[in-house]
């Protein structure tokens, strides 16, 4: 298994975990990897996504969080 963290920026965090829709639950469910926000470091500044699986799985996990990031970018704030 591999594990993989990605730092995303800040304006992305409401989008990623809204109350009506969890993106980060369907990026779990499209790639098969666990997708998880770290939140047990309080002294990151930075939000941390950690994605867990085979290599495969976070590979692509990654790739659909990168794309979700960058579409919440280009909609401005």
Do not use: H
Not at 20 to 40: F, M, P, W, Y
Request: charged residues 25%; hydrophobic residues 35%; proline residues 5%.
């Amino acid at each position: 298994l591999s594990t993989l963290e990605v730092v995303i920026p800040e304006q992305a965090v409401s989008k990623l975990i809204t109350k009506s829709r969890n993106k980060l639950a369907q990026i779990s469910e499209l790639s098969g990897a666990n997708v998880t926000l770290v939140e047990d470091r309080p002294e990151e500044t930075q939000k941390i996504i950690q994605i867990s699986g085979t290599p495969e799985q976070a590979e692509r996990a990654q790739s659909l969080l990168q794309g979700f990031i960058l579409s919440t970018q280009e909609d401005g704030p």
